[in-house]
């Protein structure tokens, strides 16, 4: 649904993006991570037809986005950081309003009104004006306008910004309800805990450039390592024997051992199986907590060239 190669935009001698390769299934919700100016907005208004490309291309929805520019601004659907709500428009007005502007009869604008009405819970008040709306309200509106033609790309700019955590829940909650086989979600967000609950791909841009991409699994293995695992002991315990291959000690205390490992799924019953053949009684095998924070701090630490320090 959306793939670029080398897409790059320069602004006089400034690079805003340099170079971006993205691959986006149907179905897929992309994570575009990065700091202020780091180059995001800017991808996404190419992706959306509003800029062209300096150097290299893109797709969206099968459509150039030089060439088609006027077909991929039909497929897409924008929510962008400020969405400029009309407040003294009610619900029914506002999104009869851009039905018209997308072309649809009165039929279809009032079916597909009602629908995403319903579908977000703002039916009861699609006749209050849009200025009585709570934050929430108002981004789930900003999202079913963004909708209402019906678009196989979502592109979403910091969708849950500035909201009270209710409110952004329940916009999560909906990103997470609209995708699909067919419809694919790029989201811009500085919320990493956000990120990780809603993508299946994860790229980190600094100075317009991709540093890294892949699924949450993917950049944890690649950035921090193999996973790491606590076993922990009901007793003290004399672990002075040789681990499994694989397994690679960290460290230990007397009731507890640090390890890292390369397959889980192999060396963990490998690991287990062998304190029960030593009468070494377990009570807890975890693995260690990694987050995505530690993944992007790495990450943006050594793009500035100091040392990440977790």
Not at 229 to 242: C, G, I, M, P, R
Request: hydrophobic fraction near 40%.
């Amino acid at each position: 649904m959306i793939e670029t190669n080398d897409l790059s935009k320069q602004f006089h001698d400034f690079m805003a993006v340099d170079g971006v390769n993205l691959s986006v299934q149907g179905g897929q919700i992309l994570a575009l991570l990065g700091q202020n100016g780091a180059g995001k907005t800017t991808t996404v208004r190419m992706l959306t037809a509003l800029l062209n490309p300096s150097r290299g291309w893109a797709r969206v929805a099968g459509y150039d986005v030089v060439k088609n520019g006027h077909d991929v601004r039909a497929s897409v659907g924008v929510l962008t950081e400020q969405h400029g709500l009309y407040m003294r428009m009610s619900a029914n007005e506002y999104l009869d309003f851009f039905g018209q502007v997308y072309g649809l009869d009165t039929n279809e604008r009032k079916k597909r009104s009602d629908n995403l009405l319903e579908y977000f819970g703002l039916m009861e008040a699609a006749k209050r004006r849009v200025g009585e709306y709570s934050k929430g309200m108002r981004q789930k509106l900003a999202l079913a306008r963004a909708m209402i033609h019906q678009p196989g790309v979502l592109l979403l700019d910091e969708p849950t910004s500035a909201m009270d955590p209710e409110s952004a829940r329940l916009v999560r909650d909906e990103i997470a309800r609209l995708k699909s086989s067919s419809r694919t979600i790029v989201i811009c967000s500085h919320n990493l805990t956000e990120v990780e609950a809603l993508a299946d791909k994860i790229a980190i841009i600094y100075r317009g450039k991709i540093l890294i991409q892949g699924t949450l699994d993917e950049l944890k293995r690649n950035v921090l390592g193999s996973p790491e695992y606590v076993v922990k002991f009901s007793e003290t315990a004399n672990v002075d024997f040789e681990l499994p291959t694989g397994v690679e000690l960290i460290s230990r205390t007397a009731t507890s051992l640090k390890v890292r490992v390369e397959a889980a799924e192999e060396s963990n019953p490998k690991l287990l199986n062998l304190f029960a053949s030593k009468n070494i009684p377990v009570v807890a095998l975890q693995e260690e907590t990694r987050t995505l924070e530690q993944v992007y701090l790495k990450v943006m630490a050594g793009a500035k060239g100091y040392e990440y320090v977790q």
